[in-house]
């Protein structure tokens, strides 16, 4: 099984920045995408940045130039860089890894959420 720890929610104002951590551990060989989603009341959850082990980063039209996510291997840590924050970027955001363990295959794993709330 793979553990995800987030870290580093909270509350800031209209053009503020937050950092987002995640940790992951466990019995991991292979860790193959680590990402974000968020989720706001009344919405479906949806991939706000993710990177893959090339380091290839894909994000949601709506964090282009605002967002940045990195990761550090060594850690099994990713991150995720929010700034100029808008109130539509209000969510739970929960952190997702695609890893693989010494007795399971490829898979997904969650963490259990973080609170983002941008408000004046």
């Known amino acids: 099984q793979v553990q995800l720890v987030e870290s580093g929610g909270g509350l800031v104002q209209p053009g503020g920045s937050l950092r987002l951590s995640c940790t992951a551990s466990g019995d991991i060989l292979t860790m193959y995408a680590m990402g974000w989603y968020r989720q706001a009341p009344g919405n479906q959850r949806e991939l706000v940045a993710r990177?893959?082990?090339?380091?290839?980063?894909n994000y949601a039209d709506s964090v282009k130039g605002r967002f940045t996510i990195s990761r550090d291997n060594a850690k099994n840590t990713v991150y995720l860089q929010m700034n100029i924050l808008k109130p539509e970027d209000t969510a739970v955001y929960y952190c997702?890894?695609?890893?693989?363990?010494?007795?399971?295959?490829?898979?997904?794993?969650w963490g259990q959420g973080t609170q983002v709330t941008v408000s004046s």
């Open positions: 997702n890894v695609v890893s693989r363990t010494a007795i399971t295959g490829p898979s997904g794993y």
């Open positions: 990177i893959i082990n090339s380091g290839s980063t």
